[in-house]
């Protein structure tokens, strides 16, 4: 009787063994539990350069003697150190929750082949970073995922509570979009020097005056609120030689004063700040809230 037990404990143990051993070489691969658990592990401050590689645009970002530049043509423009310092905070963001696939063929189920968004984060010639960003998901009403995937490997992760449209990713949103900013408190008088006319408002005490004549408080306000803070995205090529046929000039009584241009090409008013150097704007709206009419106040 102790004989036959012990049989058949054997013969258990030997099922149980070759059960073990079909179980870990025929498994499906894509349902394994070991994994990376680290994608993304690099010092920003030892970041120079960003690309970042969008369906139909190429972004790419370069720190030049301390300051960030974004290439537009052959030119480096100033980059918004703020935004591209909260590009990195987010992609440092992404963790590996859980392996989605190790499949080749399930990239383009997940966005991680050609139609991702690949970011390439290097420094000092050293790629710190190599991802492609798939598309996202919601699972429930709270809870968002999507897809990456490191261009060297063939695994597919699910990184919780990252979505890649929160990104900044096209080239304009990481470009010096400022056309002025100061404050009200030290502005002390706005010169309009057009190919007509030209005016002035200079500030006497807490008033406003044209020609030593007081001007509407309302009006006045309103417009210095228009202008105070003017940021656009209407960027246009800053290579024109067209000549300014249209000035303000704001001055104040603790800083330099801001120049704001417009000339006229090809049927557009093309604007300039010297706020900002690099660039130039085709911004009708943003031409009449500035270039106002003599006649306004």
Sequence with gaps: MKVMNTSKLFIFLVIISLVFVIIKFTKNPDRSNSYNEVLVDFDSQLVDKIKINNENEQVILEKISGQWKVKVGQKQHEAVKSTVESFLQTIQTIKPSRLASRSVERWSDYNVDDKGTRVIISGDKDVFLDIILGRFAFEGQRTYYSFVRLVDDNDTYVADNFMKMSLVSKRDDFRNNRV???RNDSLTAIDFIYPDSAFSLTKKETYWFKNNVEVDSIK????RDDVQ???????ASSDSTSVATHEVIFHFSNRSEIKITKSLEQGDWLIRSSENKDEAWKDPVLSEKIFISKKYF
């Design 180 to 182: 002025s900013n100061f």
């Design 220 to 223: 006045f306000k309103k417009y």
């Design 229 to 235: 803070f003017i940021m656009s995205k209407s960027f």
